[in-house]
């Protein structure tokens, strides 16, 4: 019965999307997954046996996370690694090894290997052509046209908070102090960090944007300080986004999520005015107003050690605290306009407003998603509905039968479907797991136990604002 068990989990560990090796005490091949063969394009017969170095010859010692957490016994997590495998493929992981104890000695490695290499393709394509961009549309040192493209305008509502921050945020413009935007997912962070930017001295000058969140450490290291050929495996000589948004603005989102070690080198650049290419000895003078956001209560990012104390006070010079939907009730009617307007464009429909039913909704609704919510909902009735007024059965899940205590309405005498019921639930802890992590797929995957594929699939299926 145990080798039934045994096979069954070498079955299921053979389907997993992630690479899997494993290696003795020597550093040779002992385990090597299906998902491991396609990435490195080796037949598992001819890599079990050999040492790891052997099968991949372009990692070393040094390089390889395997060997290190053999040599350390000490486990490794989310570290990038960069090789080139027999095809002459340059490729990228992002591994966490483990080692593995007998009698307190350690007589192996276990590695798990995501690839990377896409998503390092497609970072680095973009700060090319982002590059060939600036260099074609310079102008004796300005861009034909600014590069964000929201001013203070754009930014809509009567809430007294709101009005402040547009004004706060007009003076911020004048200046080249750094600005810190905080605000839950949805509330418009971005719209403020542009229009700063449209409205001050660099509105000509680049506005780049990079999310901390959406790289592994290593691969965003690079792409914000650019490389030299050879800094590491199939480094080419490339500049970071520093270089690229010298004389104008770069925009650091959830920078709260970036790992302390690159902190530390940010706050260096930013301390110095200079930056240092990956594998590089030399610096580089950059003039770059740095505009960061984060979406957690700003008061808890240093308790919580998200991010340097030195680093967010050097972050913080000027502070935006943009307030959630719920708080900016009054802002309703008029956001809802907004959308109405840009969809009817967009779908060529002509509704020219909302039913006062749909009003009452919207007013007693929590916005969890905030502003980005409300036009997502205003989205998907002009797209999937015709007619003048968007009325309540046009409105997404969430919003029919709601009532302001968080509860759906009950007719006793009308008993519900089962599947409606099952449905209303999903569709309540997925919420809340996203709520919890930020709306990050990944993590409120793992917080509820499913597959990133199977959440993506239901939040479709639910209308789930994502």
């Known amino acids: 019965m145990e080798i039934k068990y045994f096979d069954a989990l070498i079955q299921a560990i053979d389907i997993i999307n992630d690479g899997i090796h494993i290696v003795d005490a020597s550093g040779k091949i002992v385990y090597y997954n299906i998902s491991a063969k396609h990435l490195d394009e080796i037949d598992v017969d001819k890599a079990i046996g050999r040492h790891i170095l052997e099968v991949y010859p372009s990692l070393t010692f040094e390089t390889s996370t395997l060997l290190r957490v053999l040599r350390t016994g000490k486990p490794i997590y989310n570290v990038e690694q960069n090789f080139v495998n027999y095809k002459g493929d340059k490729i990228s992981t992002l591994n966490s090894t483990i080692p593995i104890f007998y009698n307190n000695k350690v007589v192996g490695a276990l590695e798990v290997s995501r690839n990377i290499t896409k998503v390092r393709e497609l970072s680095e394509k973009i700060v090319s052509l982002q590059n060939e961009l600036y260099e074609k549309n310079e102008n004796h040192g300005k861009l034909s046209k600014p590069s964000a493209k929201y001013t203070f305008l754009d930014i809509i509502g009567h809430n007294k908070e709101i009005q402040k921050l547009k004004a706060l945020g007009l003076k911020a413009a004048i200046s080249d102090s750094p600005v810190m935007v905080a605000g839950s997912t949805g509330t418009g962070k971005e719209l403020f960090v542009q229009s700063i930017h449209n409205s001050g001295n660099r509105k000509y000058k680049p506005f780049i944007a990079q999310n901390c969140a959406a790289l592994p450490p290593n691969l965003l290291e690079s792409i914000l300080f650019g490389s030299v050929k050879g800094s590491f495996t199939g480094a080419e000589n490339r500049p970071g986004l520093f270089e690229l948004a010298n004389g104008g603005t770069l925009f650091l989102d959830e920078i709260n999520s970036m790992p302390l070690e690159l902190q530390t080198k940010l706050l260096r650049v930013i301390q110095d005015g200079r930056v240092r290419r990956v594998g590089s000895s030399n610096t580089i ?70 039913s006062r039913e749909v009003l009452d909704i919207f007013l007693d609704y929590n916005w969890p998603g905030n502003v980005r919510e409300l036009e997502h909902a205003i989205e998907s009735a002009i797209s999937l509905y015709d007619g003048e007024i968007i009325r309540e059965e046009h409105l997404p899940f969430q919003f029919k039968n709601y009532q302001s205590d968080n509860s759906y309405t009950s007719d006793s005498s009308a008993i519900q479907p089962l599947s409606q019921a099952i449905e209303r639930v999903e569709r309540d802890i997925i919420l809340s797991a996203l709520e919890q992590t930020s709306y990050n797929i990944s993590k409120a995957a793992k917080l509820i136990n499913v597959p990133r594929q199977t959440l993506q699939y239901k939040i479709k299926k639910l209308d789930i604002p994502s």
């Open 285 to 354: 003078d950059v003039d770059v107003r740095i505009i960061s956001a984060i979406n957690t209560d700003i008061n808890k990012v240093i308790e919580t050690k998200q991010l340097r104390q030195d680093l967010f006070f050097r972050l913080n010079v000027i502070t935006l605290v943009i307030p959630e939907l719920s708080k900016r009730k009054e802002d309703i009617p008029s956001l809802a306009d907004h959308f109405i307007q840009k969809y009817n464009e967009k779908c060529n429909k002509f509704f020219s407003g909302i």
